[in-house]
């Protein structure tokens, strides 16, 4: 179980929902953008919701995805990070958005999946989805990072004080600034979220993109 500000991120089909809509999105955007060529520049996924975040490469993206799913599953309690955070945030923003302006797309997204999921694709669902982060009692310190970026440490450790932020919370942040290979845990992280079949579409769209052995 996911535990962000002491809040247990409640384990519903409506997280479910948020998760897999913001992770086949993201992964049909990474196909498309292999048909017709990759721009360097452009910034796309779900974790463009996250502006610190939005330079995260998309196959990053659903590897942090796969991470913090794990983390929402798992038996017992696991404390989230502001990766953790960022995501949760993300995942239900971006899964809210595409349920109110593209229904049919949300619709097809959940088509196939572990969970046999009926239910109206409409603004009551986009609202409660939402929700799952808005009921979460933390700070939204992720939010706040980006504005530190363009700031010398010396101009941002009064700001960070203000805010009760700790250099050890947000070392997780850049730290995925960097972050190009995925876990090689991606694909058990995925279970309960994707089919077998559908991890392997993913995996065959995005490449195994694992740190070589030495």
């Known amino acids: 179980m996911l535990t962000i500000s002491k809040d247990i991120l409640p384990q519903t089909f409506l997280s479910y929902i948020a998760f897999r809509i913001a992770f086949m999105d993201t992964l049909e955007r990474i196909a498309l953008a292999k ?15 996250v502006p ?6 998309p196959h990053v993206q659903l590897d942090l995805l796969s991470v913090t799913w794990a983390k929402h599953l798992a038996s017992e309690n ?3 990070d502001l990766v953790d955070e960022s995501v949760v945030y993300a995942v239900c923003e971006t899964a809210a958005r595409i349920i109110d302006e593209q229904p049919d797309e949300a619709r097809r997204y959940l088509e ?18 939402r929700n799952l982060h808005l009921n979460l009692s933390n700070e939204g310190d992720f939010l706040l990072i980006s504005q530190f970026q363009d700031m010398s440490p010396e101009e941002a450790l009064p ?13 997780p942040m850049f730290d995925v600034l960097m972050q ?6 991606f694909m ?8 077998e079949r559908e991890v392997a579409r993913a995996i065959t769209i995005v490449g195994l993109k694992q740190q070589p052995l030495c």
């Open 159 to 171: 700001m960070k004080e203000e805010f009760g932020i700790q250099e050890e919370e947000i070392e």
């Open 78 to 80: 696991v404390e989230g």
């Open 180 to 185: 190009w290979y995925m876990s090689v845990d």
């Open 52 to 57: 610190f975040l939005r330079s995260v490469p």
């Open 112 to 129: 196939g999946g572990p969970l046999d999921v009926h239910i109206a694709i409409d603004h009551f669902l986009s609202s409660e989805v």
């Open 35 to 49: 048909q017709v060529g990759d721009d360097p520049f452009e910034s796309f996924g779900y974790l463009t919701e």
């Open 188 to 195: 058990p992280n995925l279970e309960g979220l994707l089919q």
